[in-house]
């Protein structure tokens, strides 16, 4: 029973971790970039998911779980501080969308968050074999409620690129294109 309890913990969280990243991905939803900066326990929250899955629940896919883990420790780490922080930041936020220069793909962004959505999806797979169909059914309409209320919620700076509430729009400033 404590078994089930905790996979269907880590499944929900991996689901909702592998939209919100899809979310960015795909510019669905995004936040201004000083929102996204003061997140930045998220990325500890996000690689504690991965490791908890992986390495203490499952034992499968460690060395995946290690690679993503060793990439959200160093964004978590130097958060802000580091050129690849901060390209990381620039690009997964909506100022990075309203800064003229700056649109142009970021392949190397690209691949990273098309990694961690992978490696979510692949430990939420992993964990989906601990579950029924009723439990997962349940963990998915948990996600697509939390995702409604937090990513498309009116309360969170979360905003579609092409409707951007005037509240949020006073948050995004143009990038620098030294940063």
Known sequence: MFERIIAFVLFTLELYHAIGHTLVLFRIRMLPRK???????????????????????TGMYRWLAVAQIIQH?????????????????????????????????????????????????L???????YLSTVQIIFAFALVQCSAYVVLFGRR?????????????????????TTQ
């Not at 936020?93 to 800064?99: A, E, F, M």
């Open 35 to 57: 929102d996204l900066v003061r997140i930045r326990f998220y990325f500890l929250a996000d690689a504690l998911t991965v490791f908890s899955s992986s390495i203490l629940f």
């Open 73 to 121: 420790m160093y964004y978590f780490l130097f958060w802000d501080k580091t050129y690849l922080a901060k390209k990381i930041i620039n690009w997964s936020s909506l100022d990075w969308l309203r800064s003229p220069g700056l649109k142009q793909w970021e392949l190397d962004s690209i691949i990273g968050t098309s990694f961690d959505i992978g490696v979510h999806i």
């Open 123 to 129: 430990m939420a797979f992993c964990l989906a074999s």
């Open 156 to 176: 969170f700076a979360w905003a579609s690129p092409s409707y951007i509430p005037d509240w949020v729009e006073k948050r995004i400033q143009p990038i620098e």
